[in-house]
């Protein structure tokens, strides 16, 4: 079967540093992306990776290691916005979309 | 701006009355996807339009259907609404299908089954 695994939940403090990971087994990989979703609003994308490798983004940061089926994000500098969910999602060999259930993220003052 | 729309964004409908949920785009992409995500737990995918062929996903209930009259528009119909069907139903787009193209979700609708 295919799976996504993230940590449920992850508490951080503002101003500091937070990394969320992601590890995938799917059929297939054709890429790896990140997005962001605020409590009762829609995903929003952050970042997609299909090398490996970091990709940095401002404050946020993906990287990316397929032979281990392993992802994280990094969030620097934290600031209470960025108190969300973040869910990581996994393209396969159909290119269907296999999303984890997503890392809810608390930022502490 | 280009963007997905959801209408309504709350949405309250009474066990087996049924109701539609509404999606447009002016982003002119070709696919459409309507999901369904429930609390804490990840999106599930329901059914997808690349332009107007459809595709529904093999364990999706048969009480949920789909139209899409036009490339801007799309609608999911829930035939008989149960209890379990009170979620967050996200319509999302992307340019094409079977590629790496990124989708953009709608604000989605909050679906209450009283």
């Known amino acids: 079967g295919q799976n996504i695994d993230q940590p449920t939940e992850m508490t951080a403090t503002e101003g500091a540093i937070v990394q969320i990971n992601c590890t995938y087994q799917?059929?297939?990989?054709?890429?790896l992306f990140w997005y962001q979703q605020h409590a009762g609003e829609a995903p929003t994308f952050l970042s997609y990776n299909v090398l490996d490798g970091l990709e940095e983004k401002g404050r946020f940061s993906s990287f990316l290691s397929r032979s281990k089926g392993y992802s994280y994000l990094l969030l620097k500098e934290l600031q209470m916005k960025d108190s969300a969910s973040y869910l990581c999602?996994?393209?396969?060999?159909?290119?269907?979309?296999?999303w984890g259930a997503g890392t809810k993220l608390i930022i502490k003052p | 701006d280009a963007m997905v729309i959801q209408n309504p964004r709350y949405q309250v409908t009474q066990f087996g009355k049924p109701v539609t949920l509404s999606c447009s785009q002016t982003?002119?992409?070709?696919?459409m996807y309507w999901y369904q995500q429930k609390s804490s737990q990840a999106p599930k995918l329901l059914f997808h339009?690349?332009?107007?062929?459809?595709?529904n996903e093999a364990d999706t209930p048969d009480n949920f259907q789909s139209r899409r009259p036009n490339t801007s528009f799309c609608f999911l119909d829930i035939r008989s609404p149960g209890l379990g069907d009170a979620a967050m139903y996200l319509c999302?787009?992307?340019?094409?299908?079977?590629?790496?193209?990124?989708?953009?979700f709608g604000p989605g609708t909050r679906l209450t089954v009283l």
């Open positions: 999602a996994v393209l396969d060999s159909n290119y269907q979309l296999i």
């Open positions: 982003l002119n992409h070709n696919v």
């Open positions: 339009y690349y332009d107007k062929d459809f595709n």
């Open positions: 999302a787009t992307s340019r094409q299908s079977g590629s790496t193209d990124t989708q953009y």
């Open positions: 799917t059929s297939g990989f054709n890429g």
